[in-house]
């Protein structure tokens, strides 16, 4: 059993000394224990203190790509690398590292392929009321999405079996906690959740620099995954409410011409005209929104199998160099040899 702790980051110097620090080495069920950072262009020494901390691996973006892009790189990788099991947990030492057994137990029960911890964020110090409030209203909706019972879904402190991490396929830019959730829902993918302790706040969020920002960048990805996963749901929700504003519209002419006999109301019908058509091309983007995801569906499949051909070949990570396990010196060259999948003859058979 193969557990690959796997941390993005970004411009993290500061911050990774005690978030490693705090990272266990070895734990019980676990045979290999390893840690990989997800360096996503990062501009200050966040690599050469990586390397000094004694991290196993490294994923290096070249330039910024976002925590949602480099969140799925790292997985690539921890799975290419042969990882059973993967942590994923923030660089600012965010949640409690000695949490990580309840966070892989479920897993290595078998009871699950994805557990999320729960910050249980009521309980949050620096988690203002709002913050709070807008957390539970954003979780309720993807809970909804998702079919599932996750209480802290933005919460990045998660679980994954290699089930999990091949079926996953997340295209937000910006985050990738809520979008997650609901594929798993919608895939083979059991979810599990287990309350987890979080440490004392070190810095600013940098994904979210104000409250304004959370709840717009928040409010934009759960609309967007929303309507990309349940789109007859949302559209036919929004169609029938302007078609419903329209009838009344009509209504109201009808009354005022017929039984009121007050004639002459003509914008009525005409304003309601105009909603009833919006009305009818809101529903025909719900079909079509329904069509376009049953296509990604397939596409999805597809890549879940080409996924599975290019760990069976031992294709190698991309943007991998391997750290420098034994810490404190840092390497300049990188220490170890590649990545070690073990499938080097077969891709040389291959001719890959
Ligand atoms: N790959 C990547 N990671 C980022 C980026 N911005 C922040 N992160 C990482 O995402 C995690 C959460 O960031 P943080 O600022 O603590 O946001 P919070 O979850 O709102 O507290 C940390 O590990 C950051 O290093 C980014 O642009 N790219
Ligand atoms: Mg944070």
Known sequence: MKLIIQIPCFNEEDQLPATLGDLPRELAGVDELEWLII????????????????????????????????????????????????VNTDAD???????????????????????????????????????????????????????TEVPDTTSGFRAYNREAAIQLGVVS???????????????????????????????????FPSMWAYVRRNGLAIFRIYSMYEPLRVFMSLAAIVAAVALVIWGRFAYLTFLAD?????????????LLVIAVQLAALGVIGDILGGSRIFQQRTLERVRRIELHMGIEPSHYEPGNPGGKHPTTTGAA???????????EALKL
């Open 337 to 347: 040899a590649g990545p070690a999948t073990g499938k080097t003859e077969e891709r």
């Open 39 to 86: 360096d996503d262009g990062s501009t200050d020494r966040t690599i050469e203190v990586a390397k000094e901390q004694g991290v196993d691996h490294i994923v290096r973006l070249t330039n910024n790509k976002g925590l949602a892009a480099g969140f799925q790189a790292g997985l690539d990788a921890c799975l290419k690398l042969g990882a059973d099991i993967i």
């Open 173 to 207: 830019k910006f985050t990738y906690t809520l979008e997650s959730i609901i594929q798993a829902g919608k895939m083979l993918v059991a979810v599990d959740h287990v309350p987890v302790g979080t440490n004392e706040k070190t810095r600013e969020s940098r994904l």
């Open 93 to 147: 030492n965010q949640y409690s590292a000695s949490d990580i057994p309840k966070l892989i137990q479920p897993v290595l029960d078998g009871n699950a392929d994805m557990v999320v911890g729960d910050r249980e964020v009521h309980k949050i110090e620096h988690f203002s009321p709002l913050k709070v409030r807008l957390q539970k209203l954003g979780s309720a909706v993807v809970r909804r999405a998702s079919e």
């Open 262 to 274: 007050d004639p002459g109301h003509v914008q009525s019908v005409v304003l309601g005209s105009a």
